[in-house]
Structure formats: structure tokens, C-alpha cells
């Protein structure tokens, strides 16, 4: 499931149907209205939720597939219903003062909040991370932050075979011996950044497009989703 999840956080070439000022405002305004909804705790936030999920659902799988989107997400979902599992037992047992409404809205806002960051991922590149923090004065953290999210994907992908491995070998037991493979592949994969960087330079940022035509349809929608709070 890391694996997949990994696979689900790298640049997909079919986001560069949108423009980059509307890949980062749609996302932008979800979870900002997300977290604004959860603050305000207003009734209709349960309906924004469930629409903020079933549409980046929609443009994720529009980017990955939906075979690979529902592997992707398994082990979000696995944690989000591992934590609603226990808030409903000590919802039984009389253990917490929330309501099952508040709980089951809590489980909605992390997986809406959750699929917007991943759509972040897949929709903003090493170069345009770049790009938009050096024109902000920024070039420094720009390159920092680029390479920490190109890293991100390949290091949950070594988790994985590195789980994998200890589970064969030692049979699940031992789950420290993890640290070992990852701390070999942190120390490979940062020497081969630094000779890549050496040799070839960092990549140069990229010339953002402030328009497209199909911005019109990803602001519409994200517009509707974003009303449903006035309900």
C-alpha cells in the first residue's frame, strides 16, 4: 500500500491541461475552505466535504487512472477508518462527549484535505515549485523544497521494500531493522543528487501560464463545490 500510495504522489503529464495559477489556487481554496468550514463548524460543511471528495476524486483519477487512484488511497483510508473505528467505540462506551455527526464529519475533512494534497503532488512540478518560489525572492528554499518532494515518493517507495524484506526474513518481527535499508538508500540517493547537481546544475524554473481555456471549467467546479457551504 506505501508503494502504491508512492506511486500515486509523482507529476502526472496529463495536470498540464490546467494552468499552473489554476493548479494552485483550485487546491489552495479546497483546503483553505476546509479548514475555515471545520473552524466555523458550520452544518454544511458534511455536503462540502462529500462534494470536495468526490471531485478531486474525479480529477485524480482523470491524472492516475481509477484503478490506480483506489490503490493509492488504501492506506489513507485505512488510517482515516482505524481512527473512526476507535471514536465510534468510545462513542459506545461513553468514553468522548462528540456526537456520531461530528465524528463522521471529522473522517470526511481528513480524506477531502487528504485527496487536495495529492492532487497538489501530482499537479505541480520539481521546476514549477522552482519557478514560483524564486519569484518570490525565494530561490534558495525553492530548490530545498523541490528536492525534498522529488524525495518523498522514492523514499515511501523504499519503505515499502524495506518492510517487505523484514516481513520475509524475519517473519514481522524485528520492524527496527526498517532503519537500516532506508538509512543506506537516504545516504545513496543523496550522493547521487549532489553528483547530479554538480555536474548538470539545479533545474532551471519554468515559464507559468496565468490562462487556459479549461481554467474556466476547474473554477466553475471548484466554484459549486465552494457554494455548497451556503446551504
Not at 508503494?3 to 502526472?12: F, N
Not at 518532494?149 to 515499502?160: C, E, G, Y
Not at 540517493?189 to 490562462?211: C, F, H, M, N
Request: glycine share 4%.
Amino acid at each position: 500500500m506505501i508503494k502504491d500510495l508512492a506511486e500515486l504522489l509523482v507529476t502526472k503529464p496529463r495536470a498540464r491541461c490546467f494552468s499552473l495559477a489554476a493548479r494552485i489556487i483550485a487546491p489552495a481554496v479546497l483546503i483553505t475552505a476546509s479548514i475555515l468550514a471545520a473552524a466555523v463548524k458550520k452544518e454544511s460543511s458534511t455536503v462540502f466535504y462529500a462534494f470536495t471528495i468526490v471531485f478531486t476524486s474525479s480529477l485524480l483519477a482523470h491524472n492516475s487512472g481509477f484503478a490506480e487512484l483506489v490503490k493509492g488511497i488504501r492506506l489513507i483510508l485505512l488510517f482515516i477508518l482505524l481512527g473512526l473505528l476507535i471514536n465510534m467505540l468510545a462513542l459506545a462506551a461513553g468514553l468522548t462527549p462528540l456526537s456520531i455527526e461530528r465524528v463522521l464529519t471529522g473522517a470526511l475533512r481528513l480524506s477531502a484535505i487528504a485527496l487536495t494534497a495529492i492532487l497538489l503532488f501530482q499537479w505541480i512540478s520539481v521546476e514549477e515549485w522552482i519557478s514560483l518560489f524564486s519569484s518570490a525572492g525565494a530561490e534558495g528554499f525553492a530548490r530545498i523544497l523541490a528536492l525534498s518532494i522529488t524525495q518523498l515518493p522514492l523514499s515511501l517507495r523504499a519503505l515499502s521494500e524495506a518492510s517487505l524484506s523484514v516481513r520475509i526474513k524475519y517473519g514481522g518481527r524485528y520492524f527496527t531493522r526498517v532503519l537500516n535499508p532506508l538509512l543506506l538508500h537516504a545516504i545513496n540517493t543523496a550522493r547521487s543528487v549532489s553528483e547530479t547537481l554538480l555536474i548538470y546544475g539545479p533545474p532551471a524554473p519554468v515559464k507559468a501560464e496565468a490562462w487556459r481555456w479549461r481554467d474556466t471549467v476547474l473554477y466553475a467546479g471548484v466554484s459549486a463545490v465552494t457554494l455548497t457551504l451556503l446551504i
